[in-house]
């Protein structure tokens, strides 16, 4: 069902048209493990939201780029893509991004070039730009206008819009009003450099280890944890508050808080009671399938334990009360708890591609309605007949 149906989802271009989004520069550096590969075997044409415009080795510009061309050491290769470019570029191992030294875990800015700025025909080597901005350029934007040659080679026109990191100084740079027309922050940031991100990763392991021993509990650890990156300096406020996904706890907490009310207020019972009721006399098949759509219906309101818990005291019961065997009750519960496909917010894993994906949610019924009911009709198939009544 996956299979046929992934194609109804939103299709993510690979390859851009070179008038449009930012011009970006990268570099293959010396040993990189891209030298002497093929533009196709190192996977830079089918990366997201980034398209490989030219190559420059040289004196020889290499465009169009062709997927069976060869990279060399020292090659500059000219990309377009979207703000989310940068961190696909940074991903990549044996390529430097333009200003990757200076990198490190930054809030992107846009800013577009005033007519009344001194830049205005300069390229951005000559202005010395990180100098007097302590910002670095990581891409250009020209409307629709073909750029070529490298990043800092281009000659900058009023009107160009600028992909920067900032540095500390960057916002309280008088001249920022003077040179350019807009400065925004964007929802991006670079990532942050290999001796942080291994700090981060440390000690988000100490804490599950020591959590996994009963030594700390996981939220109180996370929390010291959280307190020890900021004291030390390894994160930052912003950089937190830029990378905590907000809605995602949000939806979860809320979802969590639905359940709780939904036991405490006795509603879970009552439905519980009313359903094994409307099952009581029916046959064991029946009664089988409605406890598989029932717990269904519930784990995609709650989580996946909630729902469990509610739907097996009730499996078990009419399982009991019809004198049949318990197993294709219990079992339809499993496999109804684990049944979380439709709804984006019924299970973490559905959130976590949610933003990344860049769905919505019809793209989740699309997909999610054929590969649930394939899920519901093989269950309801093969349990009873691997497990009878």
Not at 265 to 291: Q, Y
Not at 310 to 323: E, H, T, V
Request: glycine fraction near 8%.
């Amino acid at each position: 069902a996956v299979l046929l149906f992934a194609r109804h989802l939103p299709e993510q271009d690979t390859e851009m048209s070179r008038e449009s989004g930012y011009f970006l520069e990268a570099k293959v550096g010396p040993g990189s493990p891209m030298a002497g590969r093929s533009v196709k075997e190192n996977g830079l044409r089918s990366l997201k939201s980034l398209y490989l415009a030219e190559i420059i080795r040289g004196n020889q510009v290499i465009c169009p780029v062709q997927p069976e061309h060869e990279l060399h050491e020292g090659d500059m290769l000219l990309f377009c893509g979207d703000v989310e470019s940068v961190g696909v570029l940074q991903e990549l191992k044996g390529l430097d991004l333009y200003g990757q030294h200076r990198l490190n875990g930054q809030h992107l800015v846009e800013v577009i070039v005033s007519h009344s700025s001194r830049l205005v025909g300069q390229t951005i080597k000559d202005a010395e730009f990180r100098t007097h901005f302590d910002a670095v350029v990581l891409a250009v934007r020209r409307g629709e206008t073909q750029l070529t040659g490298g990043l800092g080679q281009i000659e900058l026109h009023a009107g160009d819009t600028l992909l920067l990191a900032p540095g500390p100084k960057f916002a309280g740079n008088k001249s920022l009003s003077r040179e350019f027309v807009v400065v925004s922050g964007l929802e991006a940031s670079t990532r942050l450099d290999a001796t942080r991100s291994a700090a981060v990763v440390a000690g988000f392991l100490g804490v599950l280890t020591l959590s996994v021993f009963d030594l700390v509990p996981l939220f109180k650890g996370l929390l010291v944890m959280l307190v020890v990156l900021l004291f030390s300096r390894i994160l930052t406020l912003d950089e937190i508050r830029r990378r905590f996904p907000l809605d995602i706890w949000l939806v979860v907490g809320g979802a969590l808080a639905i359940a709780d009310q939904l036991e405490k207020s006795g509603l879970a019972k009552l439905i519980a009671d009313w359903l094994m009721g409307e099952f009581n006399g029916a046959s064991p098949f029946i009664a089988f399938v409605g406890i598989y759509l029932f717990t269904l219906v519930l784990t995609e309101l709650m989580s996946n334990n909630a729902a469990a818990a509610l739907a097996f005291p009730m499996g078990f019961q009419l399982a009991l009360s019809m004198d049949v065997s318990t197993m294709p009750f219990i079992l339809a519960v499993l496999f109804g708890a684990s049944s979380s496909f439709i709804l984006p917010y019924g299970y973490q894993t559905n959130l976590m591609v949610y933003a990344a994906g860049n769905y919505k949610m019809p793209d989740y019924l699309k997909l999610a309605l054929p590969v649930s009911l394939a899920y519901s009709i093989g269950v309801i198939v093969m349990v009873p007949l691997l497990f009878p009544f």
